[in-house]
């Protein structure tokens, strides 16, 4: 995050510039720490529930500094944020007088009281909280106040590589969580403690850059607005920002902007429906002078590519879609401009391959689908004044190969349109004639008595250069295969246009015809009746908008006993077969159910299809290839739907198909089946629902809900997103609530979902559920089939973010594992902590150690019966026992009479049973027999008693790492040290043996140096190949470490040891006799080098001291030549 602060303000003299900068270089250093570690005023209008910044005013309010405020700071940010990667500007602007000023008493004491009298103040601490907070802001960011003056406000934008969204452009404020249209307006809120600043006013407003519309929110403190009162005491009410004279009924407090309310019924029916015809000729926009540089290399369009499109707006949103010509792949961008070029909302497209996200619809018609959300009211007046463009971007995301762009228009025939025709340059014209050329129709048929088409032809290039009125043009429908012609009339175009040119023709037609004309068999052709070879044409299919038909099968009658229900939806293909999907709860192929898709009409009800042989288990999923045109009609009307019956129940459940537009959640593989919770005691008995969920381009999760039955008892719900790893038992779960809401249908969205979450979506086991929000009982539940996340939605790690993961036996306290970790093994999880049997081997016991499952074989302890016991393994156990021979072994097969046994923890042991403590992470504690008795059931668990060691501590050590006892070294012996008697009490060490191979030393706590392993305990003198043996270091092997001593010679032994070097010198060898002291070669190479030692520094300071006369003398020697030199000159 990025902070410029730009001030503006008036200084009378040179004096007030000086004070102004001693001031700031006498606080600066002082509060440099402080700005270090405090947050910023951005983020604490972003974070509700942060203390710190609460600390953060304090400190500051108790702060011995005294600054003066300028006249008007505006402090400019840059936020992009993390997910969605909306580019936010927030611009604070806080107007206060020049003469403000804080400061603080010298004492401690009196700097707390203050600041507890600010925050209790109930008059003056609102406004007081502004300036601190515009003093934070100052503090923090003094050394650019130099740099914000003399330039202007940076915009800061995330770098391209490090970007995880895909919509560069946006149309709308994101402030903290809350989504904010352009030209809106509202209070800050900064959540508790505060709440909402009543004198903080915020807006959303758009700002050019570079050709584009980028938002930012402005904040500015509106205190200053307010009206002067009349009275001497006034009072600041509740919810106001202005104060008010008691009793006074005039508001004077400031007001938001806000839009005056508009009929959404009457504007969605004014304007709905809206079109659009790209080719080369409707983009000459695009080269003019205001955008050559942005296009100036794409308009050229040799293929002739030809786009159209449709454009429904439906609550706030912008569904669009399109046809493109076949020739060329999919576009990658879809930007809407106004007339003046300026791009105020661009949308990056999927590409191939669309199975990255499932868009089953795209796929199979081929169109390009997409919703431009919450539109502002702005660029609503541009859309319904049709000011608006909209230019579609071919090539790679750095690079644009081809732009097409159009007006979007309105066009009374698109709210009947069930048909539409993408026009293209046909086979055999010439390209460079036909450059630019193209267009589209809009078709409308009646299949009544009197069948009937009705044309809407949008066009252009079929005109010669020299015709200019009254221009006669030939329309043409045929069948290609029949060789049959449907339609041919001449009309005139009175004044041709080189963009755009509309035709409407109506014409009555046959029965077979419009059949081969709703399976895509007729061809239309446009063509100049002067000029043949000016001719565009393309097949009548159906219509360009992406839509689908969903709906729930429930009982029509509310009082049935069934538990049936299910969910249906089916969309239409270009060449008019009708792909449909059944699902269904609670109806099997057992009960030999008869799917049919049927017309209702009211009273009258028809079967048009029967689905039945395409079902198996719970789902029918196949393509009706010949649909009628009459069924065609009534599938658009809402008049077609599907009923499943069985025997004596002619329609068990039924639902009639509603039209949807595809777009974020819809344009998903498949809905998923909102269950009715069995055990649900407020949950109606035919609720039900269905749920589409999909992440979009933009690493956004969306989805839509509809449910039934809840019409006759209205109450609010909850939407939860469910999520486990596995479905197992015990496995841990998350929770995540979406939303809320009352009615039979929702329709939401995530902004800035966390990948870590994204990506569970995917991998893990989800489940979306509704819940009462009075009762918080389950009602509806239905698990998650195939929800696919965009490649680029993904966590990318680096080496710095890379998430730690502890390894097992890893106990660093850096390595912090959650308390809700779980441990999964043998098809199930377990708690941290928890022990258990492993299913797969019962003589193993487990536990649940740092997220991590550990097994380990059970350890049977050595036992020795009593003569009056005998030796028992019972069937099931991994160890024996000793059960007294009058006592009977119960079975636990007879499973009449209950094991009698102990439980020690969460374990259960058996009456008789003995057993060694499992303590995990170290396993069995073989030094810890537990017994349980066999007829009192009293668990007693003693621990070994170790015998007393011949040798010292120091010396003694464990032959095994998990030895009960130490041993004495076995090279070593000692005077007066004899075996005692052995006690029969005490349990012993197991008898030593041999050990010769290598793996069992190094297991035992032997040690490995140098290629050569030593067992535990021994003691050596290393070896040198350079020196030989080192006899005057001695190594030891202890628990597999390895601890090397020189040997260290006393002062008494040195110089006994110089006494026996003179003698050995002086005399001859043997003449001291048998009292001749033993001479150490160790202790003498010591005593001499520490000799040489005190020698050196001897040395040492005698040369030092030499050095320092000299050179002293060398001084003197100077000064007498200069002083000989200065006598010379003057005589």
């Known amino acids: 995050m990025s902070y410029t602060i730009t001030t503006a303000s008036k200084t009378s003299n040179n004096k007030n510039n000086t004070k102004k900068s001693v001031a700031s270089s006498s606080w600066r250093s002082r509060s440099a720490n402080k700005c270090n570690n405090n947050k910023s005023a951005s983020s604490i209008l972003n974070n509700n529930n942060n203390t710190q910044e609460v600390d953060m005013l304090k400190t500051i309010a108790t702060t011995s500094t005294r600054i003066t405020f300028p006249a008007t700071a505006t402090l400019t940010t840059t936020a992009v944020t993390g ?15 020049s003469s403000s000023s804080l400061s603080s008493s010298s004492s401690s004491s009196s700097k707390a009281s203050s600041a507890r009298k600010f925050f209790a103040s109930n008059s003056t601490s609102l406004n007081l909280l502004y300036k601190f907070i515009i003093f934070s802001i100052l503090i923090c960011t003094t050394p650019m106040l130099v740099n914000g003056r003399r330039h202007a406000p940076l915009m800061v934008e995330e770098p391209e590589g490090t970007r995880r969204n895909n919509r560069p452009v946006v149309s709308e404020c994101q402030f903290g969580k809350t989504v904010r249209e352009i030209g809106s307006t509202w209070f800050a809120d900064l959540g508790p ?53 008691p009793g006074d009924k005039n508001d004077t407090d400031v007001s938001l902007d806000v839009p005056a309310p508009v009929n959404i019924e009457e504007e969605e029916r004014n304007m709905k429906h809206f079109a659009a015809l790209l080719t080369g000729r409707t983009s000459h926009f695009l080269k003019g002078e205001e955008m050559k540089a942005m296009y100036a290399t794409s308009t050229y369009n040799p293929q002739n590519i030809v786009a159209t499109g449709r454009f429904l707006f439906h609550k706030k949103n912008l569904y669009y879609s399109f046809y493109t010509s076949a020739k060329n792949n999919r576009p990658h961008t879809i930007q809407f401009v106004n007339d003046a070029g300026t791009i105020l909302e ?19 018609t081929g169109k390009v ?55 293209e340059p046909a086979p055999g014209t010439k390209p460079a004639l036909m450059s630019g050329a193209g267009g589209t129709a809009i078709v409308s048929t009646s299949s009544g008595a009197a069948a009937s088409v009705h044309l809407t032809l949008v066009f252009n290039g079929v005109f010669a250069s020299d015709e200019y009125m009254d221009t006669p043009i030939n329309i043409r429908v045929e069948s290609p295969d029949r060789k049959e012609i449907v339609l041919d009339e001449i009309q005139k175009v009175r004044k041709p246009s080189s963009e755009v040119n509309v035709l409407e023709i109506s014409s009555p037609i046959s029965i077979p015809m419009l059949r081969m004309m709703s399976r895509g068999k007729l061809l239309l052709t446009i063509e100049s009746k002067m000029t043949p070879n000016l001719r565009i044409q393309g097949h009548i299919v159906t219509r360009t908008t992406c839509e689908l038909f969903q709906t729930l099968l429930t009982p029509h009658n509310p009082d049935a006993k069934t538990k049936g229900s299910g969910l249906a939806w089916v969309f239409l293909n270009t060449d008019g077969s009708l792909s449909y999907n059944i699902e269904t709860d609670h109806i099997s192929v057992k009960d030999r159910p008869e799917i049919n898709l049927m017309e209702d009409l009211g009273k009258r009800r028809t079967m048009l299809e029967n689905l039945t042989p395409t079902f198996n288990f719970n789902q029918a999923i196949g393509t009706i290839d010949k649909l009628g045109p009459k069924a065609l009609e009534s599938l658009y009307t809402g008049d077609l739907g599907v009923n499943i019956a069985i025997e004596n129940e002619p329609s068990l459940i039924r639902g009639h198909f509603v039209p949807r537009p595809v777009a974020d959640a819809r344009d998903s593989a498949e809905p998923i089946l909102l269950k009715r919770v069995e055990n649900s005691t407020n949950a109606p008995a035919h609720a039900m629902g269905m749920a589409w969920i999909a992440i979009d381009n933009e690493c956004n999760l969306h989805y839509e809900i509809t449910v039934n039955g809840f019409q006759a008892n209205p109450q609010y719900l909850q939407i939860y997103l469910e999520e486990k790893p596995i479905e ?16 039979s249908y929702m ?53 710095n973010n890379v998430p730690n993961v502890a390894a097992p036996g890893d106990h660093s306290d850096t390595n912090i594992i959650s308390p809700d970790a779980k441990c999964f093994h043998s098809g199930r999880f377990y708690d941290e902590s928890e022990q258990w049997r492993n299913a797969n081997d019962v003589c193993q016991m487990c536990a649940c150690q740092r997220g991590q ?64 403590p499992f303590l995990p992470p170290n396993g069995f504690d073989t030094c810890t027999t537990c017994t349980c008795d066999v007829l009192t059931l009293e668990v007693r668990c003693p621990r070994m008693v170790c015998p007393p060691l011949p040798c010292s501590e120091k010396l003694a050590y464990r032959p095994d790492k998990k030895a009960c006892c130490k041993v004495c070294p076995e090279s070593k012996s000692y005077r007066g040290d004899k075996p005692g008697p052995i006690n029969s009490n005490v349990l012993q060490d197991q008898e030593s043996h041999k050990i010769t191979s290598t793996e069992e030393i190094l297991n035992q706590g032997g040690c490995k140096v140098l290629n050569k392993v030593y067992e535990n305990g021994h003691e050596w003198h290393p070896i040198l190949a350079s020196h030989g043996e080192q006899k005057c270091i001695k190594c030891r092997c202890k628990d597999s470490k390895v601890n090397c001593d020189r040997k260290r010679c006393s002062r008494s032994t040195c110089q006994q040891t110089r006494i026996s070097s003179k003698r050995k010198f002086y005399e001859k060898p043997g003449m001291g006799g048998a009292n001749e002291p033993t001479f150490d070669e160790c202790c003498s190479a010591q005593c001499k080098r520490s000799r040489r030692h005190h020698r050196r520094i001897h040395q040492e300071r005698t040369s030092g001291a030499a050095a320092d006369e000299r050179q002293q003398s060398k001084r003197q020697q100077q000064q007498q030549q200069a002083n000989w030199n200065r006598s010379g000159s003057s005589s």
């Open 346 to 364: 661009e949308h990056q497209l999927q590409t191939p391959p669309l199975a990255d996200t499932q868009s089953v619809y795209q796929n199979a």
């Open 193 to 245: 403690p505060f709440g909402v600043m009543y004198c903080i006013k915020c807006e959303c407003v758009a700002v050019p850059k570079k050709r584009r519309i980028v938002v930012r929110v402005q904040c500015k403190n509106i205190k200053h607005e307010c009206p002067p009162t009349l009275c001497s005491d006034p009072v600041q009410l509740p919810g106001k920002c202005c104060k008010t004279c």
């Open 728 to 743: 197992a038992i015990g496995a841990p779960v998350t929770r995540k609530l979406l939303e809320e809401f009352n009615g």
């Open 853 to 916: 499952p550990t097994c380990e074989p059970i350890k049977c302890p050595a036992i020795q019966c009593k003569p009056n016991e005998e030796l028992v393994r019972r069937e099931g156990e991994c160890c024996s026992m000793c059960i007294p021979q009058n006592v009977v072994v119960e079975s636990e097969s007879t499973g009449v009479q209950t094991v009698r046994g102990c439980r020690l923890g969460d374990q259960f042991h058996i009456a008789g049973a003995i057993w060694h």
């Open 83 to 97: 997910k969605s990667a909306r580019l936010t500007r927030t611009t604070i602007e806080s107007t206060t007088s």
């Open 747 to 799: 329709e939401g969205y995530v902004l800035g979902m966390p990948s870590n979450e994204l990506v569970k979506l995917e991998n893990s086991v989800c489940y979306m559920e509704i819940q009462s929000k009075d009762t918080n009982e389950l009602l509806l539940r239905g698990k998650l089939k195939s929800t696919k996340v965009p490649s680029h939605c993904f966590p990318v790690h680096t080496d």
């Open 369 to 423: 689908c997409g919703v431009w959300r919450r539109v502002p009211r702005d660029y609503k007046r541009l859309l319904r004044d049709e000011h608006l463009h909209v230019v579609l971007l071919w090539g790679k995301k750095d690079q644009i190969d081809l732009a097409l762009g159009g007006k979007i228009a309105k066009y009374t025939a698109l709210q009947t349109e069930l048909f539409s025709s993408l026009l």
